[in-house]
């Protein structure tokens, strides 16, 4: 069975730097979230999108940017990366409209040096 | 604001034990209520979902509960294998509205021992 793509796997980026992440949901699902584990720590939630637009907003900070394009992939945007950006970085969709299980990616590992 | 806690924080056993990992939420108005597993520095492999509706949720080996108006939920892990070693989350999606995120607990870290 198809499951949530992330690309990249890792990133190692230098501080004040950007970065794009990517995320492909299972076929059909219409809702996506972003969630970032920090070393040792539960994942947070960060943003989400339902059919393109925004759904819920949570501890992102106004450095990122996020949107979901009409093939419902969606795209974080990260600037002016700090040393706690460090983290790894979970896209999850589901359906329909978001009540359903959440399934993960794989996750996308970003390290900033 | 919905909090996640789970007992124990890490729990060693013997192959072959049965175990129960516990989970605690502070908000009883759920949709529903996940667990997963993660293997160190790993994605989130989801295990059970329960919906507020549900008592209770089987997998093979595992069996997940939930008393909603109690704000409880355990994981029992039958004959426990060395395999099953890995972090286990519980998470919450809390119903109303459009807010359909998952809030976390820190995990009970698992070591079954051969």
């Known amino acids: 069975a198809a499951g949530v793509i992330q690309s990249p796997r890792h990133l190692i980026k230098e501080k004040r730097e950007t970065a794009t992440l990517k995320c492909y949901p299972i076929?059909?699902?219409?809702?996506v979230y972003w969630y970032q584990q920090g070393p040792g720590q539960d994942p947070q939630f960060l943003i989400s999108?339902?059919?393109?637009?925004?759904?819920d907003k949570g501890s992102i900070p106004d450095r990122f940017s996020a949107q979901q394009f009409s093939d419902y992939h969606s795209e974080l945007n990260m600037s002016s990366l700090e040393l706690g950006d460090s983290a790894l970085y979970f896209c999850?969709?589901?359906?329909?409209?978001?009540?359903?299980?959440?399934?993960f990616g794989p996750g996308t590992r970003l390290t900033v040096l | 604001k919905q909090e996640v806690t789970q007992i124990p924080a890490a729990l060693s056993v013997p192959e072959g034990e049965n175990l129960v990992l516990n989970c605690s939420f502070t908000?009883?108005?759920?949709?529903?209520l996940q667990w997963f597993r993660q293997d160190p520095g790993k994605g989130l492999t989801s295990l059970l979902l329960i919906q507020s509706s549900q008592r209770e949720q089987t997998s093979g080996r595992l069996n997940a509960s939930l008393d909603k108006s109690s704000g409880r939920s355990t994981l029992y892990i039958a004959a426990s294998q060395p395999g099953d070693s890995a972090t286990y989350l519980c998470?919450?999606?809390?119903?109303?509205?459009?807010?359909?995120?998952?809030?976390f607990g820190k995990g009970t870290l698992l070591t079954v021992n051969p």
């Open positions: 999108f339902y059919e393109k637009m925004q759904s």
């Open positions: 999850a969709s589901s359906f329909p409209q978001g009540r359903d299980e959440q399934f």
């Open positions: 076929p059909r699902h219409d809702t």
């Open positions: 998470a919450v999606k809390n119903s109303g509205g459009s807010n359909y995120k998952l809030t």
């Open positions: 908000d009883s108005a759920i949709y529903n």
